[in-house]
């Protein structure tokens, strides 16, 4: 292919992932110009720039935090968000190591298994889990991060198997040669190595349990406990009723650190899926 072909077909494709990328980003431009107009506005004018009349400051933001409880929510997303996050890495990781590293049929089933809950509806499994959590006292933000931890696993465990075999075994031997126990291999050999994959896995996981609705909405005693997606559904009025200027300043506070989080990380995650797929 000559040089010439190559720079129109890089220009091309260049153009067409721009063009997908900001039907992407414009429903989140769109809500963040939207938390700046008043209520009669948003529904009139949804694609409008808020500029002159329709401009309603920080009154939406105000109005949303005091109507959801934002900060309690808040307090309470990151909480689960933080602790279901760090016990997934942490066990997965150290489940896929020895899933890898001991080799016989109870690890290999335990592979399968991971691997098929990804596979399972969550709609086949959400009412027994309700009944299941409520008998086992899971109902508040410390039981939810085990129940996070076993839908959160097939994933982690997956991803975390594919890097481990990346990881030459000689490193390991060494550790034992100079006198590290497994567990001292694994935390001072293995997972510094296995760094890039477990922000990979912290990314993907804090994205899907920061914005979950229906897991907490099921399981928490919402009486006591609210994350942010649920607090936003109180918005909601009687007959239908919302008040968008409201829930569109929430979803923005919402969208705020979740995206912090990502920019920050973000060259980890190409790192880490291109390491975890050296071996088969």
Excluded: H
């Amino acid at each position: 292919m000559k040089n010439g072909e190559k720079t129109r077909r890089s220009l091309f494709l260049t153009l067409l992932f721009a063009i997908i990328s900001i039907g992407y980003v414009y429903p989140v431009v769109l809500v963040l110009l939207n938390s700046f107009k008043k209520k009669a506005y948003i529904s009139k004018s949804p694609f409008s720039v808020p500029l002159s009349e329709m401009f309603s400051g920080i009154e939406n933001y105000v109005r949303g935090v005091e109507r959801t409880g934002f900060f309690q929510a808040f307090g309470w997303s990151l909480f689960i968000t933080i602790g279901s996050v760090a016990v997934i890495v942490l066990c997965c990781s150290m489940a896929a190591w020895y899933i890898i590293r001991v080799r016989n049929l109870g690890t290999k089933t335990f592979y399968v298994l991971c691997l098929f809950s990804m596979i399972v509806p969550f709609q086949m499994v959400m009412y027994p889990l309700s009944k299941l959590a409520n008998i086992l006292r899971l109902n508040n933000p410390w039981g939810i991060i085990i129940v996070y931890l076993g839908f959160g696993a097939g994933l982690a465990v997956f991803m975390f198997t594919g890097f481990v075999k990346s990881i030459p075994l000689e490193i390991e031997e060494a550790a034992m040669i100079d006198g590290c126990s497994p567990l001292q291999t694994f935390f001072r050999i293995v997972l510094p190595v296995m760094k890039p994959m477990c922000i990979t896995v912290a990314i993907l996981q804090a994205m899907w349990i920061w914005n979950d609705y229906l897991l907490p909405y099921l399981v928490l005693d919402l009486k006591k406990y609210k994350t942010i997606p649920i607090a936003i559904q109180y918005l909601r009025g009687g007959y239908g009723s919302v008040d968008m200027g409201a829930m569109m300043g929430v979803l923005v506070l919402a969208i705020i650190p979740i995206v912090i989080f990502y920019i920050l990380c973000q060259k980890y995650i190409i790192e880490g899926v291109v390491s975890g797929a050296v071996k088969g």
